[in-house]
Nanobody, 119 residues
């Protein structure tokens, strides 16, 4: 069993900032990649940002320069610093990991945390 616990979502005004956190625990030997996805009402889930165990990052074009993903490998935790938030950033944000346990690789999702951007 793998558990992802997300925190940090909430209501923020346009131009504001939020920091999301996601801590992974359970049957994990190592985590290859960690990332954040989001899903707005009526839209498909989309990639926001990912980071590998070596620190290589990848961002959606819509968030480049505004969002920063980082991770603490010792704590199996990934963060998403979101600055200059826009109303179109409002969505449920999901943490995602690709991990290794014993001889297999699997993925896990968090339960989601709501981000609302509104004045």
């Amino acid at each position: 069993q793998v558990h992802l616990v997300e925190s940090g979502g909430g209501l923020v005004q346009p131009g504001g900032s939020l920091r999301l956190s996601c801590a992974a625990s359970g049957s994990i030997f190592s985590i290859n990649a960690m990332g954040w996805y989001r899903q707005a009402p009526g839209k498909q889930r989309e990639l926001v940002a990912t980071i590998t165990s070596g620190g290589t990052t990848n961002y959606a074009d819509s968030v480049k320069g505004r969002f920063t993903i980082s991770r603490d490998n010792a704590e199996n935790t990934v963060y998403l610093q979101m600055n200059s938030l826009k109303p179109e950033d409002a969505a449920v944000y999901y943490c995602h990991i690709r991990y290794v346990f014993r001889t297999y690789t699997d993925v896990a999702w968090g339960q989601g945390t709501q981000v609302t951007v509104s004045s």
